[in-house]
């Protein structure tokens, strides 16, 4: 019988390398393919496609490191979810090439028009820049000790899928679970329409100066459409959103800005 080689996955994601979503995410990979986890030294959200310019960047070997999770190497650089891939890429896998890009499994929701902002799409997107299908998963729960189990068996269907079948060419998957015990499914969808309202509070600092704290609520702004992630997501489904990396708008006129 022939030997087939294993695949080999790239995985990286934006809350660092100590995080137990990545963890639960490598653990499950490493059951068919190899994998080599690239993650920030610490946490690194909100960082989007984010590069560091002005710093040199150190990649760190961690020989040692999760050794229960057999066929998984380990990586820290000191940067971004971006510069994570890159230097993968330019670096460590300079000679093979993965054969796809998995990021996360974040800590917190990045449907709707967190997408924009999230690291872990981020490093999803500079994947699929680099012509491979790539993956973003992200759990609904920001706690630390998030319970990710629910969610794996539809991250493995998703990823053996994508190996099997592929994607178009700058295209990134958004996937995103709810916090549930009882995950009713998956569906493929479109992104939520919605915004972000009173983003920051305001705070007085012991010098009387005024500082301002990332906070704020999501507004979805069509509360009745059903055939959206942030609909899905709460009725319990996991949301699958195809994301290109091609952001041109065809819907303004030829003619939009005169002869």
Request: aromatic share 10%; net charge negative; charged share 20%.
């Amino acid at each position: 019988m022939e030997n087939k080689k294993r695949p080999l996955i790239l995985v990286s994601n934006d809350d660092g390398y100590r995080a137990r979503g990545v963890h639960y995410l490598t653990k499950l990979l490493s059951g068919f393919a190899d994998v080599v986890a690239v993650c920030p030294e610490g946490p690194q959200s909100g960082k989007s496609m984010a590069l560091t310019v002005n710093e040199p960047l150190r990649i760190t070997p961690l020989d040692s490191y999760k050794v229960e999770e057999p066929g998984v190497e380990w990586y820290t650089v000191n940067g971004t979810p971006v510069d994570c891939v890159k230097v993968s890429m330019h670096s460590i896998l300079k000679d093979r090439r993965p054969d796809m890009v998995c990021t996360g499994i974040n800590h917190g929701s990045n449907a709707a028009i967190n997408v924009l902002y999230s690291g872990t799409m981020g490093a999803a997107f500079e994947g699929a820049a680099f012509d491979l299908p790539s993956i973003g998963f992200s759990l609904c729960d920001h706690s630390p000790e998030a319970d990710f189990a629910p969610m794996m068996p539809y991250v493995e269907k998703i990823v053996r899928t994508v190996m099997e079948k592929g994607l178009p060419a700058g295209v990134a998957l958004n996937v995103n679970a709810p916090k549930s015990e009882n995950i009713k499914g998956m569906k493929q969808t479109v992104e939520c329409k919605g915004h972000w309202s009173d983003e920051y509070k305001e705070y007085i600092d012991p010098y009387g100066r005024p500082f301002y704290w990332l906070s704020g609520t999501f507004v979805n702004e069509e509360p009745e459409n059903p055939d959206t992630d942030q609909a899905l997501l709460d009725a319990g489904y996991i949301s699958i959103v195809p994301c290109g990396i091609n952001r041109t708008y065809s819907g303004i006129s030829e003619n939009y800005f005169g002869d």
